[in-house]
């Protein structure tokens, strides 16, 4: 199956590392409220979920028995593309990191460099990077990279020259614009990356954090992206209008991809595009 170019790849990020709960009492920390949002954002039309836990009490965590029930509840409660994130939180060891590939998801998050986060440091050495790859591949567990900035791309493009294709043959790539200390989520630093982008990338989504999800929305549906979105990379609607589900942010990119002629694409669609693990 060749899935049409009409597609449309949503990805839901619908808790991150970064907030509080109790900032934002409803953000999905719990893995029943987790289960509640992905349900309800796949039949929005998301294809895949791209997933940070938190603890008891409600903190990021990469605790290995809670990554692995919650990969099997997602599994258990809808048909998403499980992703885990490896880049957990800033605080996060990378031992710790390498060690979600445990958990045996679907898919998972690699970043390709480190960067300036706000007021803190996003630790991705070249060895860290090379033996995350090296292990999604052993582990045959599709790894999306997340690029923050135009040297990300390079590395990329150097880390395929050296070991290879991932796992499934597919290079899916994430645009993570707007961080501060990252790329800019505009117009013109998505069309700059994506003219970069090495050959063998076969698919690309970009998410603007903030106040730039709409602008990188809008520029990626424009250039033939795809889109990631959720409460990991904005809070708000508009401003002062809180977003109060991720569904919310879903059904806005549906409709943005029905004004674009671009139909959501199908959990099985998403498994062709990405090779997933059968
Ligand atoms: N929480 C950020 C420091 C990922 O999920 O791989 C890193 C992050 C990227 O969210
Ligand atoms: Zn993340």
Redesign the pocket.
Known sequence: MTVPTDRLLITVAPT???TAKDDVPQLPTTLEELVETARRCEAAGAAMV?V?IRDDAHRPTLDLGRLTATVEALREATDLVVQL??????HDPLERRLKVLDAEPDAC?L?MGTTN?GDDV?SNPWPFITELYQLSQEREVVPEF?LFDLGHVASLRRLLATYGLPYGGRVHVDLVMGVPGGMPGTADALVAAVGALPAEVTSWSATGIGRSTLAVALASLSKGGHLRVGM?DVLTLAKGVPVEHNVQLVDRVVELGRLAQRVPMTTNEARELLQVRP
């Open positions: 991150g590392a970064e791209h940070h994130s490896t880049g957990g939180s800033v998050s970043t986060f996003f997340e990991e």
